[in-house]
């Protein structure tokens, strides 16, 4: 529980001090593994989003007599924790520096989710008191899973969303003791997509890797995002895991008796050809 107690903490420091409302869609795989767990699910993700980026993107601004270059964000790591209850799960977590929260129905091979940045008075960006909206990243996606044998899964994406992407200005100045400082000017865009994803289940955490492809919308540009996730669990074992654990159990206990009954037969066997034996030796 300390470690999940410390994942908290971040979590509500962030949401305090969040600079930031951009986000990208999150981790498909995190939010399918909270199904049916009844406690609490630790996710941690690590996203790097290649394509037609808007990257190092120099121009010259006549109106400012200054020239200007955006660099978007390449590489972002995300936290969240889900708490589950039968087919529903809500989560609260950070994607680089910008709180958000998740919800949605889960199961075991169907799952619809939405989520949402959570402003912060700390934000900063294009923020417009008239226009809240302008400042917040949000979507939705549709999930299909299946298993593979007992450990693995894969699963499809399709997903509608307003991202985000993080960029900073930076004006080229002239003159004795110019500084320039980069600027936050972020870029928000609807994208239209999906994917797909794989996960195998270890000995107290899952492993998954995620790969997303999105159309921009406004700017037509192509995006892609490959994503590493470890999810672990924290609380007690859902009802679904306990009659699995004490099926496994009884699995175990009659193979035990069927081995001994094995055994004992062989036993028999024995003794008794050891009987026709003697038998034969006593005759002749």
């Not at 450990?151 to 997903?159: F, M, N, P, V, Y």
Request: glycine fraction near 8%.
């Amino acid at each position: 529980m300390n470690r999940l107690a410390c994942l908290l903490v971040l979590i509500v420091s962030a949401m305090l001090a969040g600079c930031s409302s951009i986000m990208r869609p999150p981790s498909a795989a995190a939010f399918m593994s909270s199904c049916e767990k009844d406690a609490a699910v630790v996710n941690m993700s690590l996203a790097l989003y290649g394509g037609d980026l808007d990257n190092n993107d120099e121009h010259y601004n006549y109106h400012k007599d200054m020239s200007e270059s955006y660099s978007e964000w390449v590489l972002d790591l995300s936290e969240i924790v889900f708490w589950n209850k039968e087919f529903f799960s809500i989560g609260l977590g950070a994607q680089s520096v910008t709180p958000f929260a998740q919800l949605g129905f889960v199961s075991p091979y169907f799952g619809l989710s939405a989520w949402s940045s959570i402003y912060s008075p700390f934000n900063m960006g294009n923020y417009v008191k008239d226009d809240f909206w302008k400042d917040v990243s949000f979507g939705t996606m549709m999930i299909q899973q299946i298993p593979v044998g007992a450990k693995a899964k894969i699963g499809l994406t399709e997903h509608f969303s307003r991202n985000g992407a993080e960029r900073y200005l930076s004006e080229s100045k002239e003159g004795f003791m110019a500084l320039s400082f980069p600027e936050p000017h972020p870029l928000f865009y609807y994208e239209v997509g999906g994917g797909f994803f794989a996960s195998y289940q270890l000995e107290g955490v899952m492993l998954a890797l995620e790969f997303r492809y999105g159309r921009d919308l406004d700017n037509k540009r192509n995006r892609f995002a490959v994503t590493l996730s470890a999810v672990g669990m924290k609380g007690k074992k859902s009802a679904n895991e306990k009659m699995q654990e004490e099926e496994r159990l009884k699995n175990l206990e009659k193979e035990k008796e069927e081995a001994e009954e094995r055994r004992k037969a062989r036993e028999l066997q024995s003794l008794e050809e050891y009987e026709e034996w003697q038998k034969m030796n006593v005759g002749n």
